[in-house]
Protein backbone atom coordinates (compact mmCIF):
# COMPACT_ATOMS: atom_id res chain seq x y z
CA UNK A 1 0.00 0.00 0.00
CA UNK A 2 0.85 3.41 -1.24
CA UNK A 3 0.67 7.07 0.12
CA UNK A 4 -2.16 7.15 -2.30
CA UNK A 5 -5.19 7.34 -0.19
CA UNK A 6 -7.65 6.51 -2.43
CA UNK A 7 -6.30 3.42 -3.36
CA UNK A 8 -5.64 2.18 0.46
CA UNK A 9 -6.62 -1.62 1.00
CA UNK A 10 -7.55 -2.84 4.16
CA UNK A 11 -5.73 -5.77 5.41
CA UNK A 12 -7.01 -8.50 7.75
CA UNK A 13 -4.09 -8.58 9.81
CA UNK A 14 -1.29 -6.31 10.78
CA UNK A 15 2.36 -7.77 10.22
CA UNK A 16 3.00 -8.58 13.73
CA UNK A 17 4.86 -11.45 14.75
CA UNK A 18 3.39 -14.11 17.09
CA UNK A 19 6.23 -15.02 18.60
CA UNK A 20 7.32 -11.45 19.70
CA UNK A 21 3.57 -10.77 21.15
CA UNK A 22 5.08 -10.60 24.66
CA UNK A 23 7.71 -8.15 23.86
CA UNK A 24 4.79 -5.74 23.31
CA UNK A 25 3.77 -3.32 25.89
CA UNK A 26 -0.29 -2.73 26.71
CA UNK A 27 -0.19 0.03 24.50
CA UNK A 28 0.65 -1.89 21.29
CA UNK A 29 -1.61 -4.84 22.20
CA UNK A 30 -4.03 -2.31 22.10
CA UNK A 31 -3.45 -1.01 18.26
CA UNK A 32 -3.45 -4.61 17.17
CA UNK A 33 -7.14 -4.98 15.05
CA UNK A 34 -7.39 -8.58 16.55
CA UNK A 35 -8.28 -9.95 20.13
CA UNK A 36 -5.80 -10.75 22.76
CA UNK A 37 -5.78 -12.85 25.26
CA UNK A 38 -2.85 -13.64 27.61
CA UNK A 39 -3.44 -16.32 30.55
CA UNK A 40 -0.97 -18.10 32.74
CA UNK A 41 -0.39 -21.95 32.72
CA UNK A 42 -3.58 -22.07 35.12
CA UNK A 43 -5.32 -19.96 32.88
CA UNK A 44 -5.64 -16.87 34.97
CA UNK A 45 -6.31 -13.85 32.54
CA UNK A 46 -3.35 -11.79 32.88
CA UNK A 47 -3.67 -9.32 29.81
CA UNK A 48 -6.43 -8.48 27.80
CA UNK A 49 -6.40 -6.32 24.55
CA UNK A 50 -9.44 -3.53 23.71
CA UNK A 51 -10.06 -5.48 20.50
CA UNK A 52 -10.84 -9.14 22.55
CA UNK A 53 -13.08 -6.65 25.39
CA UNK A 54 -15.16 -4.75 22.67
CA UNK A 55 -15.49 -7.70 20.38
CA UNK A 56 -16.78 -10.09 23.32
CA UNK A 57 -18.38 -6.90 24.82
CA UNK A 58 -16.97 -7.40 28.41
CA UNK A 59 -15.13 -4.52 30.48
CA UNK A 60 -11.37 -5.46 30.85
CA UNK A 61 -11.36 -4.59 34.48
CA UNK A 62 -13.77 -7.46 34.44
CA UNK A 63 -12.11 -9.98 33.40
CA UNK A 64 -8.31 -9.54 34.46
CA UNK A 65 -7.34 -11.99 37.19
CA UNK A 66 -10.40 -14.29 36.46
CA UNK A 67 -10.16 -17.52 34.77
CA UNK A 68 -10.59 -17.97 31.17
CA UNK A 69 -11.89 -21.10 30.81
CA UNK A 70 -14.30 -21.63 33.54
CA UNK A 71 -15.22 -17.87 34.72
CA UNK A 72 -15.15 -15.52 31.42
CA UNK A 73 -15.48 -17.69 28.54
CA UNK A 74 -16.58 -21.20 29.68
CA UNK A 75 -18.02 -22.28 26.02
CA UNK A 76 -14.32 -23.11 25.62
CA UNK A 77 -13.81 -25.45 28.43
CA UNK A 78 -13.92 -27.90 25.49
CA UNK A 79 -11.22 -30.75 24.64
CA UNK A 80 -11.08 -29.01 21.11
CA UNK A 81 -10.13 -25.40 22.87
CA UNK A 82 -8.93 -25.68 26.40
CA UNK A 83 -7.50 -28.94 25.11
CA UNK A 84 -5.46 -27.81 22.68
CA UNK A 85 -3.95 -24.78 24.94
CA UNK A 86 -3.55 -26.79 27.77
CA UNK A 87 -0.84 -28.89 25.42
CA UNK A 88 0.81 -26.02 24.50
CA UNK A 89 1.31 -25.21 28.45
CA UNK A 90 2.25 -28.78 28.79
CA UNK A 91 4.89 -28.89 26.33
CA UNK A 92 8.40 -27.55 26.91
CA UNK A 93 9.35 -24.08 25.06
CA UNK A 94 9.89 -23.64 21.58
CA UNK A 95 6.56 -25.58 19.85
CA UNK A 96 5.60 -22.44 17.95
CA UNK A 97 2.46 -21.19 16.99
CA UNK A 98 -0.57 -23.48 17.25
CA UNK A 99 -3.58 -22.72 15.37
CA UNK A 100 -7.43 -23.93 15.43
CA UNK A 101 -10.66 -22.47 14.30
CA UNK A 102 -13.49 -22.32 16.82
CA UNK A 103 -16.97 -20.96 17.28
CA UNK A 104 -17.13 -18.53 20.10
CA UNK A 105 -20.93 -18.91 21.85
CA UNK A 106 -22.20 -15.41 23.56
CA UNK A 107 -25.68 -14.89 24.70
CA UNK A 108 -26.00 -12.28 22.06
CA UNK A 109 -24.27 -14.51 19.11
CA UNK A 110 -21.78 -16.55 17.81
CA UNK A 111 -18.86 -15.83 16.02
CA UNK A 112 -16.30 -18.11 13.98
CA UNK A 113 -12.37 -17.36 15.36
CA UNK A 114 -9.09 -18.60 14.53
CA UNK A 115 -6.92 -19.29 17.03
CA UNK A 116 -3.32 -19.01 17.52
CA UNK A 117 -2.09 -19.87 20.62
CA UNK A 118 1.97 -18.95 21.29
CA UNK A 119 4.22 -19.36 24.40
CA UNK A 120 6.24 -16.51 25.58
CA UNK A 121 9.84 -17.01 25.81
CA UNK A 122 10.17 -18.25 29.78
CA UNK A 123 6.77 -20.56 29.56
CA UNK A 124 5.39 -18.53 32.11
CA UNK A 125 2.96 -16.39 29.55
CA UNK A 126 0.63 -17.93 27.31
CA UNK A 127 -0.98 -15.50 24.67
CA UNK A 128 -4.38 -16.34 22.59
CA UNK A 129 -4.64 -14.21 19.67
CA UNK A 130 -8.04 -14.29 18.67
CA UNK A 131 -9.48 -13.50 14.86
CA UNK A 132 -12.86 -13.09 13.94
CA UNK A 133 -14.14 -14.53 10.91
CA UNK A 134 -18.15 -14.77 10.77
CA UNK A 135 -20.18 -13.66 13.11
CA UNK A 136 -23.83 -15.83 13.57
CA UNK A 137 -26.55 -15.60 15.13
CA UNK A 138 -27.00 -17.33 18.79
CA UNK A 139 -26.93 -21.00 18.19
CA UNK A 140 -29.38 -23.55 19.77
CA UNK A 141 -29.79 -27.65 20.07
CA UNK A 142 -26.72 -30.15 20.85
CA UNK A 143 -23.79 -28.38 19.00
CA UNK A 144 -24.50 -25.04 21.26
CA UNK A 145 -21.96 -24.96 24.16
CA UNK A 146 -22.50 -23.46 27.48
CA UNK A 147 -22.97 -19.05 26.51
CA UNK A 148 -20.70 -16.78 28.13
CA UNK A 149 -21.72 -15.38 31.40
CA UNK A 150 -23.76 -12.29 31.40
CA UNK A 151 -21.66 -9.38 32.28
CA UNK A 152 -22.93 -8.71 35.62
CA UNK A 153 -22.06 -12.19 36.58
CA UNK A 154 -18.66 -10.74 36.34
CA UNK A 155 -19.09 -7.47 37.91
CA UNK A 156 -20.19 -7.61 41.45
CA UNK A 157 -21.96 -3.83 41.93
CA UNK A 158 -23.61 -2.31 39.21
CA UNK A 159 -25.26 -0.10 41.23
CA UNK A 160 -25.38 3.56 39.20
CA UNK A 161 -23.63 1.62 36.38
CA UNK A 162 -25.21 2.88 32.86
CA UNK A 163 -25.46 0.78 29.44
CA UNK A 164 -26.09 1.12 26.12
CA UNK A 165 -28.05 -1.24 24.10
CA UNK A 166 -24.27 -3.41 23.14
CA UNK A 167 -23.99 -3.51 26.74
CA UNK A 168 -20.70 -1.32 27.12
CA UNK A 169 -20.98 0.74 29.87
CA UNK A 170 -21.38 5.19 28.76
CA UNK A 171 -21.56 7.89 30.55
CA UNK A 172 -23.95 10.92 29.57
CA UNK A 173 -21.30 13.94 29.28
CA UNK A 174 -22.79 17.50 28.73
CA UNK A 175 -20.61 20.12 26.47
CA UNK A 176 -19.29 21.50 29.57
CA UNK A 177 -17.52 18.78 30.59
CA UNK A 178 -14.86 18.88 27.90
CA UNK A 179 -14.95 23.58 28.30
CA UNK A 180 -14.29 22.46 31.86
CA UNK A 181 -11.35 19.73 30.84
CA UNK A 182 -9.70 21.77 28.19
CA UNK A 183 -9.82 24.81 30.63
CA UNK A 184 -8.38 22.90 33.66
CA UNK A 185 -5.63 21.72 31.04
CA UNK A 186 -4.66 24.71 30.00
CA UNK A 187 -4.35 26.03 33.43
CA UNK A 188 -2.75 22.99 34.80
CA UNK A 189 -0.45 22.39 32.04
CA UNK A 190 -0.30 24.38 29.52
CA UNK A 191 2.16 23.00 27.58
CA UNK A 192 1.33 19.38 27.63
CA UNK A 193 -2.19 19.69 27.43
CA UNK A 194 -2.25 18.56 23.32
CA UNK A 195 -0.21 15.34 24.37
CA UNK A 196 -2.85 14.93 26.92
CA UNK A 197 -6.16 15.23 24.74
CA UNK A 198 -4.46 13.71 21.87
CA UNK A 199 -3.31 10.64 23.89
CA UNK A 200 -6.69 10.45 25.61
CA UNK A 201 -8.13 10.44 21.83
CA UNK A 202 -5.97 7.78 20.46
CA UNK A 203 -7.49 5.31 23.12
CA UNK A 204 -10.80 6.35 22.13
CA UNK A 205 -10.67 5.97 18.74
CA UNK A 206 -9.23 2.44 19.18
CA UNK A 207 -12.22 1.44 21.24
CA UNK A 208 -14.55 3.27 18.68
CA UNK A 209 -13.17 1.13 15.41
CA UNK A 210 -13.09 -1.73 17.05
CA UNK A 211 -16.77 -1.29 17.64
CA UNK A 212 -17.48 -0.31 14.48
CA UNK A 213 -15.53 -3.12 13.21
CA UNK A 214 -17.86 -5.52 15.03
CA UNK A 215 -20.89 -3.42 13.82
CA UNK A 216 -20.07 -4.20 10.52
CA UNK A 217 -19.22 -7.64 10.76
CA UNK A 218 -22.75 -8.31 12.23
CA UNK A 219 -24.58 -6.52 9.73
CA UNK A 220 -23.01 -7.66 6.40
CA UNK A 221 -20.44 -10.73 7.13
CA UNK A 222 -17.81 -8.52 5.73
CA UNK A 223 -14.62 -7.30 7.01
CA UNK A 224 -14.88 -3.51 7.52
CA UNK A 225 -10.88 -3.12 6.90
CA UNK A 226 -11.38 -4.77 3.42
CA UNK A 227 -14.00 -2.17 2.21
CA UNK A 228 -12.93 0.97 0.04
CA UNK A 229 -12.13 3.93 1.28
CA UNK A 230 -15.18 5.95 0.22
CA UNK A 231 -16.81 3.47 2.19
CA UNK A 232 -15.35 3.63 5.22
CA UNK A 233 -15.55 7.42 5.12
CA UNK A 234 -19.10 6.76 4.88
CA UNK A 235 -19.36 5.02 7.99
CA UNK A 236 -16.83 6.94 9.89
CA UNK A 237 -18.94 9.98 9.03
CA UNK A 238 -21.86 8.22 10.58
CA UNK A 239 -20.63 6.93 13.84
CA UNK A 240 -18.61 10.44 14.65
CA UNK A 241 -21.75 12.53 13.84
CA UNK A 242 -23.58 9.98 16.01
CA UNK A 243 -21.36 9.91 19.20
CA UNK A 244 -22.09 14.19 18.56
CA UNK A 245 -18.40 15.52 17.71
CA UNK A 246 -19.98 17.28 15.14
CA UNK A 247 -20.18 16.84 10.89
CA UNK A 248 -17.37 15.61 9.67
CA UNK A 249 -16.62 15.90 5.85
CA UNK A 250 -13.90 14.27 3.84
CA UNK A 251 -12.08 16.09 0.72
CA UNK A 252 -10.08 13.35 -1.52
CA UNK A 253 -9.29 16.17 -4.38
CA UNK A 254 -5.29 15.36 -3.04
CA UNK A 255 -6.11 11.27 -2.30
CA UNK A 256 -3.59 11.32 -5.44
CA UNK A 257 -0.85 13.33 -3.65
CA UNK A 258 -1.18 11.32 -0.21
CA UNK A 259 -3.40 13.12 1.58
CA UNK A 260 -6.83 13.14 2.95
CA UNK A 261 -8.69 16.65 3.90
CA UNK A 262 -11.03 16.28 6.70
CA UNK A 263 -13.51 19.27 8.08
CA UNK A 264 -15.51 18.60 11.14
CA UNK A 265 -18.58 21.27 11.14
CA UNK A 266 -19.91 21.85 14.65
CA UNK A 267 -17.05 20.61 16.30
CA UNK A 268 -17.65 20.33 20.31
CA UNK A 269 -14.12 21.16 21.22
CA UNK A 270 -13.36 23.78 18.43
CA UNK A 271 -16.58 25.95 20.89
CA UNK A 272 -14.77 24.85 24.46
CA UNK A 273 -11.87 25.68 26.47
CA UNK A 274 -9.10 27.85 24.64
CA UNK A 275 -9.83 31.37 23.42
CA UNK A 276 -7.59 31.03 20.32
CA UNK A 277 -5.20 28.11 18.92
CA UNK A 278 -6.11 24.57 17.88
CA UNK A 279 -8.15 22.69 20.73
CA UNK A 280 -9.43 19.53 19.30
CA UNK A 281 -6.55 17.54 19.73
CA UNK A 282 -8.48 14.62 20.70
CA UNK A 283 -10.14 14.41 17.74
CA UNK A 284 -6.51 14.18 15.93
CA UNK A 285 -5.65 11.43 18.00
CA UNK A 286 -9.32 9.70 17.63
CA UNK A 287 -9.08 10.07 14.12
CA UNK A 288 -5.18 9.10 14.24
CA UNK A 289 -5.94 6.20 15.69
CA UNK A 290 -9.24 5.15 13.65
CA UNK A 291 -7.06 5.44 10.98
CA UNK A 292 -4.10 3.26 12.05
CA UNK A 293 -6.03 0.66 13.02
CA UNK A 294 -7.96 0.57 9.97
CA UNK A 295 -4.77 0.87 7.35
CA UNK A 296 -2.71 -1.32 9.02
CA UNK A 297 -0.04 1.28 9.00
CA UNK A 298 0.51 4.21 10.92
CA UNK A 299 -1.09 7.08 9.81
CA UNK A 300 -1.50 10.93 11.18
CA UNK A 301 -4.23 12.79 11.68
CA UNK A 302 -2.78 16.75 12.50
CA UNK A 303 -5.29 19.36 13.30
CA UNK A 304 -4.75 22.61 11.44
CA UNK A 305 -6.92 25.29 12.30
CA UNK A 306 -9.85 25.68 14.28
CA UNK A 307 -12.62 28.56 14.92
CA UNK A 308 -15.15 28.84 17.90
CA UNK A 309 -16.43 32.39 16.10
CA UNK A 310 -19.75 31.72 13.97
CA UNK A 311 -19.68 28.64 12.76
CA UNK A 312 -17.55 26.65 14.94
CA UNK A 313 -15.13 24.22 13.25
CA UNK A 314 -11.83 22.61 12.62
CA UNK A 315 -10.08 20.99 9.89
CA UNK A 316 -7.29 18.12 10.15
CA UNK A 317 -5.01 16.83 7.80
CA UNK A 318 -4.45 13.02 7.66
CA UNK A 319 -0.70 11.83 6.36
CA UNK A 320 1.19 8.80 6.09
CA UNK A 321 4.29 8.29 9.19
CA UNK A 322 7.11 9.42 6.65
CA UNK A 323 5.22 13.17 6.09
CA UNK A 324 4.00 13.24 9.86
CA UNK A 325 6.99 15.89 11.29
CA UNK A 326 6.81 17.68 8.01
CA UNK A 327 2.93 18.05 8.74
CA UNK A 328 3.07 19.06 12.49
CA UNK A 329 5.95 21.26 11.54
CA UNK A 330 3.45 23.52 8.58
CA UNK A 331 0.21 23.41 11.15
CA UNK A 332 2.38 24.36 14.08
CA UNK A 333 2.86 27.89 11.97
CA UNK A 334 -0.94 28.64 11.73
CA UNK A 335 -1.01 28.57 8.11
CA UNK A 336 -4.04 28.03 6.52
CA UNK A 337 -4.78 24.41 5.17
CA UNK A 338 -4.64 25.13 1.78
CA UNK A 339 -0.94 26.37 2.46
CA UNK A 340 -0.16 23.18 4.46
CA UNK A 341 -1.58 20.96 1.68
CA UNK A 342 0.77 22.98 -0.83
CA UNK A 343 3.96 23.05 1.31
CA UNK A 344 3.58 19.05 1.66
CA UNK A 345 3.26 18.86 -1.97
CA UNK A 346 6.61 20.81 -2.45
CA UNK A 347 8.17 18.64 -0.01
CA UNK A 348 7.46 15.76 -2.40
CA UNK A 349 9.02 17.23 -5.27
CA UNK A 350 12.07 16.15 -6.61
Same mark, same amino acid.
Given at each position: ?? +?????????? %??????????????????????????? /???????????????? @?????? =??????????????????????????????????????????? /?????????????? =??? +?????????????????????????????????????????????????????????? =?????????????????????????????????????????? %????? %?? #??????????????????????????????????? !? +????????????????????? #? !???????????????????????????????????????????????? @????????????????
Amino acid at each position: MN +DDLMSMEFSA %QRGTDPLAIDALDDGALDELPYGVICI /DAHGIILRYNIAEARF @ARLDRT =AVIGRDFFTEVAPCTATPEFEGRVREVISQPPGRGVVAFNYVF /DFKFGAQEVTIDVV =ASR +DHQRFYLLVNRRTFLPMRSGPDARAHAPRLEELVSDEAGVLRDAREQRVVHAQQVLFD =ALLRTCDRVAPSTWEIFCREWGVMWGRRTVVDLETEWLERTG %QSFRD %QP #MTVVAEEMVRVIQGQGWGAPTFDFTRATHGALRIR !L +DNSILAAAGRGTGRRCALLSG #M !LSAMFTHLASRRLVVEETHCTREGHPHCQFVVVGESRADRLRKLAATG @ADIDTVLRDLDVEETP
